[in-house]
């Protein structure tokens, strides 16, 4: 392999540190949420904010979105890196994850999480399949701000966590990269 072969070579995007939500849905009265970083704003025209969302259909919350069309982006504090391993490591198909920690409600009735630095209520108008993701675009719905919180961003959500949590994450990051693989195969074949 010559060292231009972009094999060799680490990837631009790792140097990228996305903000850390945790996304949540409800769909006949089953409620979840998932950690998720591959979210952006997707328009600059005031007064209709949108954002995409890039979702895995492997995830238990992308079944109560699949349904409700709709779901809540809590924006997660600096200081909120603890919730990273219950909303990204584990799955709504095995435990609750928001029992107790509902705090609020989004109008459309979307869980809230407390001491975030806000939220935003969105509702799906476009999606691509690229195989192993679906990449939505959404319209914000309703949203707030509460003031004097800076945002948690994925490398410090990894940094700030217990060595052996932080493995795991890594590891889980490992696993579902080999499951899309395979997905994005079948896709584009
Ligand atoms: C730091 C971090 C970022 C993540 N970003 C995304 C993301 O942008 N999109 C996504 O679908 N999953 C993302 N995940 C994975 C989900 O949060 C994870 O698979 C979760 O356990 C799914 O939970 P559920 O099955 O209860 O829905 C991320 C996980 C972590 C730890």
């Known amino acids: 392999m010559s060292s231009s072969d972009p094999a060799n070579q680490a990837s631009v995007f790792s140097l990228t540190n996305h903000e850390v939500y945790v996304l949540t849905s409800t769909w006949d009265g089953r409620e979840n949420g998932q950690i998720?970083?591959?979210?952006?704003?997707?328009?600059?025209?005031?007064?209709t904010p949108r954002i995409v969302a890039i979702l895995s259909?492997?995830?238990?919350?992308?079944?109560?979105?699949?349904?409700?069309r709709s779901f809540a982006l809590n924006l997660l504090a600096e200081e909120q890196y603890d919730l990273v391993p219950l909303f990204?490591?584990?799955?709504?198909?095995?435990?609750l994850k928001l029992d107790g920690l509902v705090n609020s409600r989004t109008p459309a009735g979307f869980p809230l999480l407390a001491n975030t630095c806000g939220w935003a209520e969105c509702r799906i108008v476009s999606e691509i399949d690229s195989g192993d993701r679906i990449i939505y675009l959404a319209d914000v719905t309703a949203q707030k701000v509460y003031e004097g919180k800076k945002p948690l961003h994925k490398h410090d959500a990894f940094l700030k966590q217990p060595q052996d949590i932080r493995l795991?994450?890594?590891?889980?990051h490992r696993n579902d990269g080999m499951r899309d693989a395979a997905l994005m195969r079948q896709f584009t074949a």
């Open 36 to 47: 998720a970083t591959w979210v952006l704003p997707a328009t600059l025209v005031e007064g």
């Open 57 to 68: 259909p492997q995830n238990f919350t992308h079944g109560l979105i699949v349904k409700s």
């Open 88 to 95: 990204g490591l584990t799955s709504g198909r095995d435990i």
């Open 168 to 172: 795991l994450l890594e590891e889980k």
